[in-house]
């Protein structure tokens, strides 16, 4: 009788999880499609003011240019300046994608040369560390022969006809910001630039990435990805019954239909691997749907590298650079009751996270699951923000620790020394300074002024290393 009623409990939970999942997707998608139609609108509306307001504009730029000529002054402008790369996380999107809607919530907009690329949102960890390395550089996308081969899936991508920033290399290094598992990605591609690992550029370096900044970075994995139904035994295949398998089944058929403007409006990444109708017909589809082909059989999608054993997988061939920068904030909204973890409040946190800080607070690795790692403890993972843990975010720690400095205040670590990891901790959930930047309030403009004044001011290459990383602890 117990097991029933805890049966029917679980599927009431994944009822009520799949349904706030599933409104809270609506709500962004239309409230793209809204935003667009308005500024649809006003452009019919208010056209003809605009083109008179465009031909002062041109006279007035014209007697600017008169009154300036002659002088000798040289103005700096942002082109001089390296860009700042902001990397979305786990069903995210860049510039271009969702209409007008920013996934940084606007912060784009806080200095004068930042780039938001369009990654793959449930692509693996590597196939979007070279989608970001063309997005930059330009070219056709190429994911690798062996790793294609080895997944199943085309070897080329996208074609960038134009890179954003080609002229990116030692001599112009780039700070990124990455979110949740945007740091990750990040990571992996700086290790691929240090391995020569893209085919044609064999000048590549770890020192084209001058500073990297993980904002709620996935950097040791995460126990939500059990939550949702990764199975804990082995971090890599899905339980039969649960969120995830219905956000699989989601996924398939929205890639086979391939509806374009739907796909251009928003894409979780899978076009390498060739599921549309055109392409796989019926048959294909059933054949993912019964997960014999596609990512989700192959495991080449986001969720695999979010565990604990599959983030320890991936740190095990990833190396903290002496000549690179890093910084770290860490999530949490949680707090310590007579010993117990507890969600730090109620109205402070996103309906879509609540239920999920109160389960990743409480939860319990099986018993007859071998642990992650040696040493695991379930009480270090309970604090949280609601997708991430909290232990997780602060710097690479699985299979070993890398070097790292608490910082209470930002001026206790001037100056700054690279190949360290500088963490901070942040109340906030996981969401709390993205998408909407009402919700953060006045710490929405604390965060991001403190890194992008950071990245400005405080981090610069004075000498290049001559001894190679060494990892402690």
């Known amino acids: 009788m117990l097991r029933l009623w805890m049966g029917y409990l679980k599927l009431v939970e994944l009822f009520v999880s799949s349904l706030v999942h599933l409104l809270y997707g609506f709500y962004i998608f239309s409230s793209a499609v809204a935003g667009d139609l308005s500024e649809s609108l006003n452009e019919i509306l208010y056209q003809k003011p605009k083109k008179i307001v465009d031909v002062v504009n041109r006279v007035n730029e014209k007697r600017i240019i008169s009154a300036d000529e002659g002088n000798s002054v040289a103005s700096t402008n942002g082109d001089d300046l390296p860009p700042i790369v902001l990397v979305h996380g786990i069903f995210g999107f860049g510039k271009g994608k969702l209409g007008a809607l920013s996934y940084f919530a606007g912060a784009e907009k806080k200095d004068e040369r930042v780039l938001v690329p369009d990654l793959g949102s449930l692509t693996s960890v590597h196939d979007r560390a070279r989608e970001l390395f063309y997005y930059l550089k330009g070219g056709q996308v190429d994911y690798g022969e062996e790793h294609s081969k080895a997944c199943g899936h085309s070897q080329f991508g996208r074609i960038y006809e134009q890179g954003h920033y080609p002229e990116w290399d030692e001599d112009h290094p780039i700070h990124f910001v990455g979110h949740s598992a945007g740091a990750q990605v990040v990571r992996v591609m700086q290790q691929m630039l240090a391995d020569k690992a893209f085919k044609g550029y064999e000048n590549?370096?770890?020192?084209?990435?001058?500073?990297?900044?993980?904002?709620?970075?996935?950097?040791?994995?995460?126990?939500?990805?059990?939550?949702?139904?990764?199975?804990?035994?082995?971090?890599?295949?899905?339980?039969?019954?649960?969120?995830?398998?219905?956000?699989?089944?989601?996924?398939?058929?929205?890639?086979?239909?391939?509806?374009?403007?739907?796909?251009?409006?928003?894409?979780?990444?899978?076009?390498?691997?060739?599921?549309?109708?055109?392409?796989?017909?019926?048959?294909?589809?059933?054949?993912?749907?019964?997960?014999?082909?596609?990512?989700?059989?192959?495991?080449?999608?986001?969720?695999?590298?979010l565990t604990i054993q599959g983030t320890m997988k991936l740190n095990s061939q990833l190396r903290t650079f002496p000549d690179t920068y890093y910084f770290s904030y860490a999530t949490k909204r949680t707090r310590k009751v007579r010993g117990i973890t507890v969600p730090s409040g109620i109205l402070g946190i996103h309906p879509l996270l609540f239920v999920r800080v109160l389960q990743m607070s409480q939860w319990t690795y099986p018993p007859n699951a071998p642990l992650p790692y040696k040493g695991y403890r379930d009480e270090d993972w309970h604090d949280n923000d609601g997708a991430m843990n909290t232990i997780s975010m602060t710097h690479p720690r699985l299979p070993i620790e890398h070097p790292s400095h608490f910082v209470e205040n930002d001026s206790d670590c001037q100056p700054l020394e690279p190949g360290i990891w500088y963490y901070k901790y942040v109340e906030g959930d996981h969401i709390q300074f993205i998408i909407n930047r009402e919700r953060a309030g006045v710490q929405f403009d604390l965060i991001y002024d403190s890194i992008f004044e950071r990245c400005r001011k405080h981090v610069f290459r004075k000498k290049l290393p001559t001894v190679p990383n060494e990892v402690h602890h």
């Not at 370096?205 to 939550?227: D, I, P, Q």
């Not at 990764?230 to 929205?254: A, F, H, T, W």
């Open 204 to 305: 590549t370096s770890e020192h084209w990435v001058l500073s990297l900044t993980a904002l709620s970075g996935a950097l040791n994995g995460t126990t939500r990805t059990y939550l949702d139904g990764m199975r804990p035994e082995d971090g890599v295949s899905l339980k039969n019954v649960c969120l995830l398998q219905i956000c699989r089944i989601g996924v398939l058929i929205y890639d086979w239909f391939d509806i374009p403007w739907l796909k251009n409006y928003y894409n979780f990444g899978f076009d390498h691997f060739n599921m549309s109708w055109k392409k796989a017909g019926i048959s294909g589809l059933v054949d993912c749907l019964l997960g014999n082909a596609g990512p989700f059989a192959s495991g080449d999608w986001i969720l695999p590298d």
